[in-house]
């Protein structure tokens, strides 16, 4: 992943505030892919990427500056991501562009950005008024967090997985305590993951040990959500199997991935912490 260094992310950057979507650049899925031995043909789940930018701003046609908040919804299913500095260098480019009305940014961003991704996406716009009334998150399930462990691993290890003895059943576990790391800049990500099963019982103190375990481990918020897919079900073996990620924000960006193979994307609501 040598070339990731040639990226916006691996590098300084000038900020352009001419509407330039050049900014745009895209990461193939099938790197990161190929190290779970996935197929893109064949993948194992559905899912979204559902992207939260905060820092979207232009001017209308009279020249007075206008705010909003865009949610970008691109499916797993797109041969690229999108490189999430070259995303925010991009919206930051409509600073000084004007557009008759928000539909027209709304498509603008649409067009661009599915043309770097290789496939349709969904953009929406949203004034702040509007997404003051939307509702934030709400912890269903069991949260392992609060259990009382000693801790070794703090290196990945999917083997820390185990199912506890019983009938099979539908459950939920969350965690706040998901760290990894940039593969670009080693910076760190944080995270609110969530999992919804029907299976074997899944450990809650295992699960705790997995989470923590990938506390320095290197990935894109898609990439982990998906190791964390495919560890789920290779050491699990559930019927129905979600993985939903929450990431905090960077650069006025959160990625929040969604893997499925059973149900559609949750509501894309913010947690405490985004």
């Known amino acids: 992943m040598s070339y990731l260094k040639e990226t916006p992310l691996g590098r300084s950057s000038e900020y352009v505030d001419e509407y330039t979507p050049s900014l745009l650049c895209p990461v193939p899925r099938w790197d990161a892919r190929e190290s779970l031995e996935l197929e893109d043909t064949s993948l194992p789940f559905h899912g979204t990427d559902?992207?939260?930018?905060?820092?979207?701003?232009?001017?209308?046609?009279?020249?007075?500056?206008i705010v909003a908040m865009c949610e970008l919804r691109i499916p797993c299913t797109t041969p690229n991501i999108v490189e999430s500095k070259s995303l925010k260098?991009?919206?930051?480019s409509f600073a000084n562009s004007r557009f008759d009305d928000r539909d027209k940014v709304r498509a603008a961003i649409e067009k661009d950005v599915a043309q770097t991704v290789g496939g349709n996406i969904e953009v929406l716009l949203y004034s702040l008024e509007e997404s003051a009334?939307?509702?934030t998150w709400e912890d269903r399930g069991e949260c392992v967090d609060n259990i009382d462990l000693n801790f070794e691993h703090y290196e990945y290890n999917p083997e820390l997985l185990l199912c506890d003895q019983g009938a099979e059943q539908?459950?939920?576990l969350y965690s706040h305590l998901l760290?990894?790391?940039?593969p670009v800049t080693n910076q760190p990500d944080w995270a609110t993951v969530v999992i919804r099963y029907t299976g074997r019982a899944i450990s809650p103190a295992s699960f705790l040990r997995y989470v923590v375990s990938l506390r320095n481990h290197q990935g894109f918020h898609e990439q982990i959500?998906?190791?964390?897919?495919?560890d789920l079900m290779s050491q699990c073996s559930p019927r129905h199997l979600t993985v939903y990620g929450r990431f905090t924000r960077r650069g006025g960006i959160?990625?929040?991935?969604?893997r499925s193979n059973s149900e559609q994307p949750l509501p894309n609501r913010r947690t405490i912490r985004q």
Not at 89 to 92: C, E, I, T
Not at 179 to 182: F, I, K, L, N
Not at 225 to 230: A, G, H, K, R
Request: charged letters at 15%.
């Open 50 to 65: 559902i992207w939260n930018a905060y820092e979207l701003s232009w001017l209308n046609e009279k020249g007075k500056p």
């Open 89 to 92: 260098l991009y919206l930051n």
């Open 133 to 135: 009334g939307f509702p």
């Open 170 to 172: 539908t459950g939920q």
């Open 179 to 182: 760290r990894s790391h940039c």
């Open 225 to 230: 959500i998906e190791q964390m897919f495919v």
């Open 254 to 258: 959160d990625i929040n991935p969604f």
